[in-house]
């Protein structure tokens, strides 16, 4: 999940800011590479939160 979000979000991003212009490539490769060091390991922080919000907000049937 990491991986695609922080490819398409650094990819959109870095479009809107620049345009497509010439080396827009490995302007976003760098992007995504940074992203994605962020957007890692802060699944692993936030998941257990959505998971319990989930479960609070989802009835469980019997």
């Given at each position: 999940?990491?991986?695609?979000?922080?490819?398409?979000?650094?990819?959109?991003?870095?479009?809107?800011?620049?345009?497509l212009?010439?080396?827009?490539?490995?302007?976003?490769?760098?992007?995504?590479?940074?992203?994605?060091?962020?957007?890692?390991?802060?699944?692993?922080?936030?998941?257990?939160?959505?998971?319990k919000?989930?479960?609070?907000?989802?009835?469980?049937?019997?």
């Open positions: 999940m990491a991986l695609i979000m922080s490819c398409i979000m650094s990819l959109v991003i870095s479009i809107f800011n620049v345009g212009i010439p080396g827009i490539v490995l302007m976003w490769l760098k992007a995504w590479g940074f992203a994605f060091s962020v957007a890692f390991p802060t699944i692993f922080i936030v998941s257990p939160l959505v998971h919000l989930v479960n609070l907000v989802l009835v469980k049937e019997n």
